[in-house]
């Protein structure tokens, strides 16, 4: 024998509910050889639907399989690599829509807190329907089959704007308590768990070349109890099944056709992919001879249940039927049930095929006794543990929280999350009451502040949602908060310093402010649905009425410029407002275009106009000073002596208008 390689070597058990099968391989030129196998059944039911009932005798099982595996090869067998069984998940589908501010832009943080939030929503639902049972489950894995903005299809919703978004999330879940069983069955017998993995992952990795597994393709591992079932699509599995029938349901169906006991039953079962006359002796002690076709005629009807019951497992987790369907297990050998599978389905029956271990590539020196479909997941868990030379599990502290993740694909900081019950909504900053009010009958609205998003470290380290965890990393969350609500005064509303300059007086456009038809005179905070009202002088028309004057008699000018009736006064215009006669002189001279050169705070400036006199105040048209905001005293001056708002300008005056602190 040659010389085995420790370090190379992996023990890979499959602890099935007939069987356990332990391989022992190396790996030799990047191909897995496989050492030696055992095979033992279980002497009574230890084991249903793939979990461990009797840990006692299951360990006892195991104990053998390696004692005899180690007398074999002459080594001692300490490190193992083991599956969970895949009828134990529990897949839920489940649709979620949230509500969003259209305002804000939907981005990657938004996009997997609602995937977070959907996960969690199946989570609740599973743990409303197993409430009774007692047992805990956690998210593996999840696929988001679609995404929707306001009711209609998206296929990415990161960088759209909307009211509500939702996702439809296929998510599957594993009881703990599949682990913990596990676990507790090698530690008694001796053995580190190096890898785990699911047995629809491990038998996936053989039976189905990765170049394949972009394709959809159901694996369908039928053993004794149930029939276990994998999707692939798009290079990876997207959802797993269970059909709650399997070749247990061909053995009572015989046992009770022909009167035999549940052994013999068996016997004759497995005989008939192999045999065409099969003699057996009835409970009564009667002989028969009967041939293959007649013994399955007479089990058609549970042949057809079988095949009906796992398609409808495959169309209900993968909506339509798969390009292809791999059967595996010792109950896929059964004759017929290939071909009613793909009626069921509608497809061809050579898309329907069993695999046994002669199609699997990289493995060699295969034992007859493991050429069976029921030998690709135990050859599949040690192929699967020496390709994937690290933990399925990990663990990690979320805020201080140990927790122990099934890593079936990387793992990020936001599958943590999830599994801790962790509410996504609070990874989201909220943004602060909206403040509404009126002005003169005009809704306004005055925003709230955003809040602060949530800070997530990893090791002290900032970090996202999206980054990948290893075994002993450190997860802290600081979750978002919630801004402050929108705050606004009075004269944030109404400028009530609005003012114009009117034949060189000053005058207050705002005569009045009521808020809730009280008269307000303070900068008073504004409440939301406050209603404000504010008498103002708006139009030139309006401004001969609050001076008494008659508007057929006076015209009105800006910069020399005359006034409609209907301008509207703006803060700081200086407005002339001239009888009827002596607008007419100005505006025969206005003919005249003008040119001043004037010395303005220091610089030589030249002003061209078209008035017959310049005064100081047109100066304010062609400088620019805010008067709104007083910032000390106001210096005006023309050569050095304080300025008149109506005293003329000549030519190189030196004009001085600035504010003096």
């Given amino acids: 024998m040659d010389v085995i390689n420790i370090n190379e070597m992996i023990f890979s058990l499959d602890i099935g509910t007939r069987t356990v099968i332990g391989v022992v391989g190396e790996l030799h030129d990047n191909n897995f050889k496989i050492l030696a196998s055992e095979i033992i059944e279980h002497e009574k039911r230890n084991m249903y639907d793939g979990q461990i009932h009797d840990v006692n005798s299951v360990v006892n099982i195991v104990k053998k399989v390696k004692e005899k595996l180690e007398q074999k090869l002459n080594i001692k067998l300490d490190k193992v690599a083991i599956a969970a069984a895949g009828r134990a998940l529990k897949t839920y589908r489940t649709k979620l829509e949230r509500e969003v501010d259209s305002s804000t832009e939907i981005d990657s943080r938004l996009v997997e807190s609602l995937e977070m939030e959907s996960i969690q929503s199946a989570q ?7 409430k009774d049972e007692d047992t805990r489950y956690y998210c593996v894995g999840y696929t988001v089959i679609n995404y929707y903005l306001d009711g209609n299809f998206m296929e990415n919703l990161e960088g759209h704007r909307g009211n509500r978004i939702g996702a439809d999330v296929l998510a599957t879940f594993l009881p703990y308590t599949v682990v913990d069983s596990l ?6 017998v001796g053995l580190e768990v190096t890898s785990l993995t699911l047995e629809p992952i491990a038998a996936m990795n053989i039976a189905v070349k990765k170049s394949l597994r972009l394709l959809n393709i159901a694996l369908v591992d039928i053993g004794a109890g149930t029939s276990d079932i994998a999707i692939s699509r798009d290079g990876t599995i997207v959802a797993y099944a269970m059909a709650s029938v399997a070749g247990d349901e061909i053995t009572e169906s015989i046992a009770k056709t022909f009167l035999l006991d549940f052994d013999a039953a068996e016997k004759l079962k497995i005989e008939l992919a192999s045999k065409e006359l ?19 005629d007479r089990i058609d009807s549970t042949i057809k249940i ?12 993968n909506d339509k039927a798969p390009s292809a369907i791999f059967l595996i297990g010792g109950g896929s050998q059964l004759p017929r049930l290939n071909e009613y599978i793909a009626e069921n389905l509608g497809l061809q029956k050579e898309r329907v095929v069993i695999r046994n271990t002669s199609i699997i590539e990289n493995i060699t020196n295969i034992p007859e006794q493991l050429n069976g479909p029921d030998a690709i997941t135990p050859i599949g868990i040690g192929f699967y543990a020496l390709e994937n030379a ?4 990990i663990e990690v502290k979320v805020n201080d929280q140990k927790i122990k993740l099934f890593n079936t694909k990387t793992i990020k900081v936001s599958d943590a999350l999830t599994f801790i019950g962790f509410n996504p909504r609070k990874l989201i900053p909220k943004k602060g009451e909206d403040i509404t009010y009126y002005i003169n009958g005009e809704e306004k609205k005055a925003l709230g502040q955003s809040g602060e998003a949530a800070k997530i470290y990893v090791n002290d380290q900032l970090a996202s949602l999206e980054r990948k965890l290893k075994n002993g990393d450190s997860v802290r969350v600081i979750e978002a908060t919630q801004g402050t609500k929108a705050e606004i005064k009075l004269f944030d509303c109404i400028d009530i310093y609005k003012k114009i300059i ?24 504004i409440n939301d649905r406050d209603i404000i009202e504010a008498k103002e002088i708006s139009y030139v028309e309006e401004l001969y009425g609050q001076l008494n004057m008659d508007k057929d008699v006076h015209l009105a000018y800006k910069a020399g410029e005359l006034l409609n009736n209907d301008y509207v006064l703006k803060n700081n215009d200086v407005i002339e407002i001239k009888p009827l006669e002596e607008s007419k002189e100005i505006k025969l001279k206005q003919e005249n275009n003008n040119t001043l050169k004037l010395i303005i705070n220091g610089e030589e400036t030249e002003i061209h106009h078209s008035k017959t006199s310049f005064i100081f105040v047109d100066i304010f048209n062609y400088i620019e000073i805010d008067l709104s905001k007083p910032q000390g005293e106001l210096i005006l001056n023309v050569n050095g002596t304080k300025a008149e708002f109506t005293q003329e300008l000549k030519e190189n005056d030196r004009v001085e208008v600035y504010w003096k602190n």
């Fill in 124 to 130: 609740n639902s599973l743990d409303e329907k197993t």
């Fill in 183 to 188: 676990y507790t069955v090698m530690d008694r």
């Fill in 278 to 296: 099969h003699k057996f002796v009835d409970i009564l002690g009667l002989e028969h001879e009967i041939g293959t076709d007649e013994i399955l």
């Fill in 306 to 317: 079988i095949a009906k019951e796992i398609a409808a497992r495959i169309l209900e987790f």
């Fill in 390 to 393: 690290h933990r399925d599990f």
């Fill in 502 to 525: 009117v034949n060189n007086k000053l005058l207050n456009l705002i005569l009045d402010v009521k808020v809730n038809q009280k008269t307000v005179f303070d900068n008073i905070r």
